[in-house]
């Protein structure tokens, strides 16, 4: 089974940005999607990225401003973000899937999560 382990979350001033990472064992390419749940909230989707790189998905809170990529190899994916706002306070967890997908329940395996905190 694919073991993914994130990288690359920190504490930054409101308009900086990160570069979040997310390195999966194997040799097996997995759709992927990054995920964020703020204390007291559920966790929601924010970006998304099929196997060959070649189609990807935003959520509207982030579009513009966060990007997702991977490397070509497939095994890394990252997101890139960029003018952030204290509201993207949150852990950050990348997962795996077969089929790429907006939803949580469809990803069945979980990184062990990345906190990223913006302050104003």
């Known amino acids: 089974q694919v073991q993914l382990v994130e990288s690359g979350g920190g504490s930054v001033q409101a308009g900086g940005s990160l570069r979040l990472s997310c390195a999966a064992s194997g040799a097996t390419r997995y759709d992927m999607g990054w995920f964020r749940q703020a204390s007291g909230k559920e966790r929601e989707f924010v970006a998304a990225?099929?196997?060959?790189?070649?189609?990807?998905f935003h959520a509207d809170s982030v579009k513009g401003r966060f990007s997702i990529s991977r490397d070509n190899a497939g095994n890394t994916v990252y997101l890139q973000m960029n003018s952030l706002k204290p509201e993207d306070t949150a852990v950050y967890y990348c997962?795996?899937?077969?089929?790429?997908?907006?939803?949580?329940?469809?990803?069945?395996?979980w990184g062990q999560g990345t906190q990223v905190t913006v302050s104003s």
């Open positions: 997962a795996a899937t077969v089929g790429i997908s907006t939803s949580t329940r469809d990803y069945g395996t």
């Open positions: 990225i099929s196997r060959s790189g070649g189609t990807t």
